[in-house]
């Protein structure tokens, strides 16, 4: 099924990177801090549930609302990354966002 191959997609992702951290020996040094581990962790998550979900949407949606979504996707990612974590973004880049938005 669709939302199987999702998963072994981040499972593999997942694999690949650790095997990288491990090659360069900062494996062990990712996890030593357990809140760095939840800012990284939890929008992995989300991410993966996100992932799942536009597969879904995309058996039940049209073409164009499926592309009007992802759009959306990218200005509420812009928008959240200000309020939730106090990133400052510049004033052409927000007028790029809108331009991408429209």
């Known amino acids: ?11 593999m992702k997942a ?3 650790s095997i990288l951290l491990a090659r360069e020996g900062d494996l062990r040094n990712s996890f030593d801090d357990p809140m ?3 800012k990284s962790g939890v929008p992995a998550f989300l991410y ?11 058996a039940y949606l049209d073409a164009p609302t499926i592309s009007v979504l992802s759009q959306l996707k990218l200005l509420m990612t812009a928008f959240f990354s200000v309020m939730l974590m106090g990133k400052l973004l510049s004033r052409s880049r927000w007028v790029a966002l809108v331009l991408l938005g429209i």
């Open 1 to 11: 099924s669709i939302q199987t191959g999702v998963i072994l997609q981040e499972i």
């Open 15 to 17: 694999v690949f990177s």
């Open 36 to 38: 760095e581990v939840l």
């Open 48 to 58: 993966v549930i996100q992932n799942n979900m536009q597969y879904v949407a995309a």
